[in-house]
């Protein structure tokens, strides 16, 4: 996919001008930085952005949901909330906008870099039918969350499809435990050992292939080389 090119919703000029440094850093092109619903709209329609960073509370205007409301009836764009707010009601509301995920303030560089990592490789995949291939029995369909084995698919429950489409998704790289738990647990807090458990888990599925551990750090997804002589 081209280089991914994002619209910030941010009334805070501040923490606008701090996200756009972060997402150039990261190789990202902002396609605009606007504070309010009506700017957002015209945005849209002049720039067509892939994915918008959405600011939940919009000072002086329309909120962030109801801006996001709005500009889905003009096209399917991925959202992505930035708030301060994590009460029920707020999320509740925010969640009939189908946003990708919620990144709660202050947040760090390397939360928004996995979870723009994510996006952006599910963004590309719809070009892209084919399975990931793993080595050559395993695969992974990203866009059915299917884990097939000699093209037989295997059950996985909702939270082992989660993690492996995250780690399939992040191409390689490290995903940082806390990204992963808040991925796949945006709503509520878990153990320290429901991930641990995850993981375990996935990983006998996986005949402890694939999945790479970096105690107290993260982890990624290492497809191995095929036999060729098959």
Known sequence: MKTARILIVEDETIIALDIRSMLRQLGYQVTNMVRNYDDALQSVLDNEPDIILMDVRLENSKDGIETAQAIKDIKDIPIIYLTSFSDETTIKKAAQTNPITYITKPFKREHLRSTLLLEVHKLSLTKHIEPIRLNNNYSYDIQQESLLYKEEPLKLSNNEKSLLTILAGARGNIVSLDDLEHH????????????????????????DQFIETIPSIGCKLIPQKQNCSS
């Open 184 to 207: 796949i647990w945006p709503d509520k807090p878990v153990s320290e050992s429901a991930l641990r458990t995850l993981i375990y888990r996935l990983r006998s599925k996986l005949e």
